[in-house]
């Protein structure tokens, strides 16, 4: 049974997502640390410095914002849900609330002065991964998210693959369909995968991104 703000949430125009997936790759191989430990939120912050310059992006009907709190709609409470790194909002003018596209990031592969921690669990499971979009904190009444990982060490691949690993392994409380497979893009974007979670009566597909810092 979807939850009942899924009734007064429009989707987001799924004809729009491409366009947005491909700025924040283009742009996120544009970002370099500006230290081995660096925090992913100054990351995102000059992330979305550089989607701001993005011409093709401004040529989207989407408004881009980061670190916006989400509240429960249906029975308000004072607190938030949670505070998205990043989304996109797509007016559908009086008609409220606006849908959105949220975006997580994460980072991968880091250096500490302990040695090379890989922070997989930090992106699968833990509170603030993609755990914000399969307990609904960021998706309710919405179809598709996306996840961003910033690949300290520069290895892509293998942080890829240790990701889609780990989310074979934890599946069943990810309420991932496909034994937890990622498969590449349906968007035909070839840097991109995705995983699709049984949400309920609900599809959510989870788009991952992977860009060397």
Known sequence: MN??????????????IPFIL?????????????APRE???????????????????ARRPVELFREVSIYERQQPKEK???RTDVVFLFSTGSRKPWPYFAIECKRLHVTFLSGLRLLINEYVTGHQGMMCFIEQRYS????????MGYVFD???????????QSIRQHHDKLQANHQGEMQPS???????????????DRLFVLHHLFVPV
């Open 39 to 57: 925090r992913e939120d100054h990351l995102t912050d000059r992330l979305r410095a550089i989607l701001d310059r993005d011409r093709e992006l």
């Open 3 to 16: 939850h009942p703000a899924a009734e007064c949430i429009p989707l987001f125009p799924e004809e729009e």
């Open 154 to 164: 520069g290895k892509v691949d293998a942080a890829r693959e240790s990701v889609a």
């Open 186 to 200: 349906a968007l035909s974007i070839a840097e991109i995968h995705e995983t699709h979670h049984q949400i309920g």
């Open 22 to 34: 491909q700025a924040v790759l283009r742009c996120g191989k544009q970002l370099r640390k500006k």
């Open 140 to 147: 309710r009444g919405l179809g598709h998210g996306a996840m």
């Open 80 to 82: 938030p849900l949670g």
